[in-house]
């Protein structure tokens, strides 16, 4: 059974950082995307980050520049640090994998999804 555990979450004051993990057993990730996706209260679910097995790696315009995904393949890890976090980051925050292939901004491409961390920034 393939199971995405997320990490990290909490509440935080604006301009504050955080630094998401999420640990994936029961498969490998090696050759295929992981990433994270999250959603605010009342509204869809968005992609925020995506990292492909060569570490090529995509944002959401909203956090360019101030979120960076990394992965450890070794670990079967990928994280989600987040700088500069504003009001607009608060969301239940979702790691995502692929069965294989690179990212994608859709969330009907990935596979397997964790229960999700949630993010509260506070102003």
């Known amino acids: 059974q393939v199971q995405l555990v997320e990490s990290g979450g909490g509440l935080v004051q604006t301009g504050d950082s955080l630094r998401l993990s999420c640990a994936a057993s029961?498969?490998?990730?090696?050759?295929?995307?992981m990433g994270w996706f999250r959603q605010a209260p009342g509204k869809e679910r968005e992609f925020v980050a995506g990292?492909?097995?060569?570490?090529?790696?995509e944002y959401a315009d909203s956090v360019k520049g101030r979120f960076t995904v990394s992965r450890d393949s070794a670990k079967n890890t990928v994280y989600l640090q987040m700088n500069s976090l504003n009001a607009e980051d608060t969301a239940v925050y979702y790691c995502?994998?692929?069965?294989?292939?690179?990212?994608?901004?859709?969330?009907?491409?990935?596979?397997?999804w964790g229960q999700g961390t949630q993010v509260t920034v506070s102003s």
């Open positions: 995502v994998g692929r069965s294989a292939g690179g990212v994608r901004r859709s969330s009907g491409a990935y596979e397997y």
């Open positions: 029961g498969r490998t990730f090696s050759n295929a995307a």
């Open positions: 990292i492909g097995w060569t570490e090529y790696s």
